[in-house]
Each structure stands twice: as C-alpha cells, then as structure tokens.
C-alpha cells in the first residue's frame, strides 16, 4: 500500500485527482433517503447508504463545545471540551461534571482551545493521557502538548511535554491533531495560525506536521535531524490548517486532512505545498504566491473540488460493516455530515456521502465495539454513534 513520494509542482495530476473525486462524490453527495417507518429504538434518523441502511444514535448531550474523544479500554469514552474539561461517559451514561481539566487553555468558543486527547499506547499499565491544545503567553499563542494521569476516577499532573514554537498573535487557524504510531511515536499536527509563508519556514513548528517521543523530544531518526535552520521535530511540511491525523491501520503511515479540501498521504520529509500549492475548494485551485526554483511540492491524495470543512479522519476496521473496512471516513462542518472514501493505491475509489445537512462534525472515530462514533459541534454539542439499521 505504500506510495513512494512523487513531489511535483501543481500539474494536471492534481486537478484530475480533484476532478475523479468531484465526480464521484456528484454521484453521492446528496442525503441518503430517510427509511419509511420507526427505527429500532424508536427515535433515531435512519439513512440509507451503498451497503447498509445506518441509524443515528445520541450517546450523550448537553455538552460545551465538544471536540474529539477516545475510548478506554473497558469501552467508557473521554470527551475533551474546547474550553479544557475533560467529561467521562461510563456505561453509556454522562457522569456529572468534568473528571479533569488541561489548564490554561485559550478557549475561543467553537474556534480554539482543547483540541486533541489520545491514551498512551501503554495506557493499560502507565495510565497516561496526552493532549493538544491552544497555550497562551506572551507571545500570543501556540500549540502545546501535555499529559496527565487518569486512573479511572479523575484525570491528574496534566503537565506540557512539548510546547512548539508556533507563536503568534492571531486567533483562529491554530487547530491540533495527534496519532500515535505502532512505534509509539506521536504525530503531532500544528497549523499555519493565519501567518501561511511560515509553512515554508523551516526554523519554526508553524504548518508542520511533527513527529515525537512519548516525552516530547525529536527522534534520533527524523528526517532534518542535523540539518542545519531546520527544527528537528520536522516530520513534513507546507501544510495549512489541519483538522485530522490517523495511522493507517495496514501500512503504519500517518495520513491527513487539512483546511476542508484535502487529504495527504505522509512520507517523511515531503513539502506540501502551502502557500504556493492551492488546491479544491479551500485553495482555490491556483497557487499562491511565486515558489522558489528549488522547491517540490507532493501533492494530495484527495484534492476536493468543494470544501467541506473536514473534521476528523478515521480508517475503519471493524466487524460491524464488514464492506467498510479499510475505508476512510471524514466528517464536515460545512457539509454537515459524514463522507466515506474507498482507498486505492494511487487515488481514492468510490466516495459516498453517509448523511448530509444534519449537524456540523467535529471527529469520527471508531468505538471498540466496531461502531463508528462522531462528535457535533456546539454549545450544546452531541456525540453520536452510527450502527446497522434494519428495513
């Protein structure tokens, strides 16, 4: 499954990407019609898909502004709110009030704050919770990464491990995603906080997807170790907004998603683009900006024609729907729903949206049960979970 990195400047290959999946989300874009009758527990909206009708299911709501969640290993669910609490659902049920907090946020209602939670691979003996999230200072404001201590009570000793040198004045455009590897390592995403040239910087954290240990230094095997004005934790770079990070689940590479228009296949090492490389809806499909002679650029793994404000990224691998498996899941913010992609070699397959024009996504996840589970956006927001649905 693995593709060698082909960098090339904006060409054909990019607008036919663009156009494939244009064309193929033409076919599917529209609402799945809603099944005529009660559904199974009487409440939840049905929709019909290529392979399986689906239900809707409310898991918990009344929630602040939430934005991602993982899952423990006995099945309850962490939820991390914008404005840094971190709620619990056990047995099915919200418990009340927080079971802790990341301090310090930068909390922007809907726009910034708590961004990202994942379990330690070794979570089961080590008990370790990490995060991203906006960190405020003198300088503006960055993103960090910090741990703590959950013990199935309450969450404790959330301390940074990292904090990058993304500095900036500006609000927005400062979003952060996370995925450990196999090899414990951690992908850590940090966006172009509305400053898009330092993408291309090599000297800063801004626009980069970056690779770490479990405690925050670089590994000995990145690709600009020793390289003199590049920052080590330097996995990739020329990347604008990003809004998801996942692992695949065959080849242990990380992919992305990023500003609502596209999907990036990671390669160590690799510029994307951004400012000069403008793709899909978000980028207008016209570079910006001159690039230097020297510069390459890889391009897309999916370029949309539309953005539709993407908002997690999931590979599916569960026994649930068996004809999902290895496909890649998105959510929208603008297109209201959720978007599956079939994963070919070289470009994607065929694209079908779940549901459109319901409630704005903010993560797709997979549950242990094979369920796919999503978070809505809002005050109050909602998570969700989508199962098998009978006619």
């Not at 049905?46 to 939430?66: C, D």
């Not at 379990?119 to 003996?125: Q, T």
């Not at 079939?342 to 409630?359: M, R, Y």
């Amino acid at each position: 499954m693995k593709r060698p990195c082909s960098p090339m400047r904006f060409s054909l290959a990019a607008l036919l990407v663009a156009m494939i999946v244009s064309l193929a989300a033409a076919c599917s874009e529209t609402e799945g019609p809603v099944l005529e009758g009660p559904s199974a527990d009487g409440g939840a909206q049905v929709f019909e898909t290529t392979h399986y009708p689906i239900r809707l299911v409310t898991v918990a709501e009344g929630l602040s502004y939430p934005y991602t969640l993982a899952f423990l290993p006995d099945g309850d669910i962490l939820v991390a709110l914008m404005n840094g609490q971190v709620r619990i659902i056990r047995d099915g049920v919200l418990a009340p009030g927080p079971v802790g907090v990341v301090p310090d946020v930068q909390f922007v209602a809907g726009g910034g704050g708590l961004m990202d939670i994942a379990l330690h691979p070794d979570f089961a003996e080590n008990k370790l919770v990490y995060f991203t999230y906006n960190k405020p200072g003198e300088g503006g404001s960055t993103n960090a990464l910090a741990r703590g201590t959950f013990d199935g009570t309450a969450l404790t000793n959330v301390t940074d491990v990292f904090v990058a040198d993304a500095w900036g004045m500006r609000d927005g455009n400062l979003s952060s995603r996370m995925a450990f590897a196999p090899d414990s390592t951690l992908y850590m995403a940090v966006s172009h906080h509305g400053v898009q040239d330092r993408a291309q910087e090599p000297g800063d954290h801004l626009g980069k997807l970056l690779r770490l240990n479990d405690d925050g230094t670089a590994p000995a095997d990145n690709p600009f170790v020793g390289r003199a004005g590049y920052r080590p934790e330097i996995f990739t770079m020329g990347h604008r907004n990003f809004h998801g990070v996942a692992i695949h689940p065959e080849t242990g590479e990380a992919w992305t998603q990023e500003h609502g228009d596209e999907v990036n296949r990671i390669v160590a090492g690799a510029n994307h683009g951004w400012p000069y490389l403008g793709v899909g809806g978000a980028g207008g499909g016209e570079p910006i900006g001159n690039p230097p002679p020297d510069v390459e650029f890889t391009e897309p793994y999916i370029a949309m024609s539309t953005a539709m404000g993407t908002h997690g990224l999931m590979f599916y691998t569960g026994d649930q729907f068996p004809e999902w498996q290895g496909s890649l899941f998105i959510g929208g913010s603008r297109s209201l729903g959720i978007r599956r992609f079939e994963i070919g070699e070289e470009a994607p397959g065929v694209s079908e949206d779940l549901f459109t024009d319901f409630k704005e996504i903010r993560d797709v996840r997979q549950g242990p049960d094979g369920l796919i589970y999503f978070i809505t956006n809002g005050d109050p927001g909602t998570v969700m979970r989508i199962e098998p649905a009978q006619h």
